[in-house]
């Protein structure tokens, strides 16, 4: 039985970002702002493709959060999904990269506190020009 790997894209609105999954290439990004009034339900499918996904054999994981703005209630999705990744039996093959522009304080120290909290996954802050 051959099935066909997951991919889902979303393109970004005011209030919530862009998304790219990508289960064949093992890659997903958010990118833009997050602060939907109803954020679990916009999170739902994601979360519940990488629940699955992190249940896989995978070679490797790579996601890039590339996040300019996000409220406290995506921030708890965010934590909930990177703990899952960091618990994970394949955490060692699972990079984020926290992708960040250098002057914006707040997200980097946002970053700095979710990346102390892994242990075994790889959390990557890169900053950036805008």
Excluded: Q
Aim: aromatic residues 14%; proline residues 1%; glycine residues 2%.
């Amino acid at each position: 039985m051959n099935t066909k790997a997951f991919i889902l894209e979303r393109e970004k609105t005011d209030l919530t970002p862009y998304v790219l999954i990508d289960e064949e290439k093992g890659y997903m990004i958010l990118e833009g702002e997050s602060y939907h009034e109803n954020v679990i339900a916009f999170y739902k499918e994601i979360s519940d493709w990488l629940s699955a996904y992190l249940l896989s054999d995978f070679n490797s994981f790579a996601f890039d959060c590339d996040l300019k703005y996000f409220s406290s209630s995506t921030v708890k999705v965010l934590l909930n999904m990177f703990l899952d990744m960091d618990h994970s039996k394949n955490a060692s093959k699972i990079t984020v990269n926290w992708i960040v522009n250098k002057k914006n304080e707040i997200i980097i120290e946002c970053g700095e506190d979710f990346k102390e909290d892994m242990k075994h996954l790889i959390f990557n802050i890169i900053t950036k020009d805008d």
